[in-house]
């Protein structure tokens, strides 16, 4: 369900690195992933996570007044949503923001998990400094339809980072959150180095509130060989993260890891 909502203010101080601010077009978000924390980021209460949504109909608006006034600044555009998700099929919300921050000349970060994202290309390309981050978590979309079930496909986010490569926009990959045992790092970044990102971010599962349970009820119910793995990984009994840091110095790729 979308849900039309009227706000007041659209950029936010951001502490994400690289980010000054942070514009997120809606509240909530369609692709439910099993592993995401923004529900305690922005205090989500209205029932299951992606089932409701709330987009921010007169967010251009705002906008278009802040860039008149705000100091130059990159502004992340999906921090604690996803800006192309299906909701901005129909609202177009994200595409006339960017609008609004080109016809500004302000830097731009997004971030998603979304091949929409390409619709968007004429815009992208005008940018003086723009980069799209696409989110990959595995290679196995069997896998990726449970952990993200409102999101491209594997194969359509691959294509999306290289159309967005073969028209001069910056690219880099969010492989993030590494699932134990389920993100098959070696061939993942086999797929991801043939589209040539400039870079690629790698995060652990990161265990904020309810993102332990929400994660463990998902092994349970789809994976429950890896219940026990996951729990002594959760428990701090095996380091599973190290291991993917040794792998990510003996690629080719430029890997980033995230260490918030
Ligand atoms: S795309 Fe991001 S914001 Fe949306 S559900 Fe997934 S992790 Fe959460």
Redesign the pocket.
């Known amino acids: 369900m979308i849900k039309e909502i009227i706000v007041k203010t659209a950029l936010s101080p951001s502490k994400l690195p690289g980010l000054d601010y942070a514009l997120n077009p809606y509240r909530g ?1 369609q ?3 099993v ?2 924390y ?1 529900t305690s980021v922005i205090h989500w209460e209205k029932g299951k ?2 089932d409701i949504v709330e987009a921010k109909i007169n967010l251009p608006r705002i906008l278009s007044k802040e860039l008149r006034v705000k100091k130059k600044g990159v502004v992340g555009l999906g921090t ?3 800006p192309y998700q299906q909701a901005e099929k129909k609202y177009e919300i994200t595409r006339r923001c960017l609008e609004l921050l080109l016809m500004h000349d302000f830097p731009v970060c997004i971030q998603t ?1 979304s091949s929409l994202v390409l619709r968007d290309i004429d815009l992208l390309k005008k940018f003086s400094n723009l980069e799209v981050g696409i989110t990959l978590t595995t290679h196995d979309d069997s896998v990726r339809e449970k952990l ?1 079930p409102g ?1 491209s496909s594997v194969e359509e986010r691959l294509h999306a980072l290289s159309e967005l490569s073969k028209n001069g926009i910056k690219t880099w990959v969010f492989m993030g959150p590494v699932m134990p045992y389920l993100t098959d790092f070696e061939t993942l970044t086999g797929a991801i180095s043939i589209v040539k990102p400039a870079y690629v971010l790698v995060d652990k599962l990161r265990l904020k509130d309810g993102v332990q349970n929400s994660v463990l009820g998902f092994i349970n119910e789809f994976y429950p060989h890896l219940t026990e793995k996951y729990e002594r990984i959760f428990s701090g009994e095996e380091n599973y993260f190290d291991k993917i840091l040794e792998s990510c110095a003996n690629k080719t790729l430029k890997f980033k890891i995230k260490s918030l």
Request: negative net charge.
């Open positions: 978000c692709h439910a992933c592993y995401c923004a996570w992606g604690v949503t996803d998990k993200e999101a």
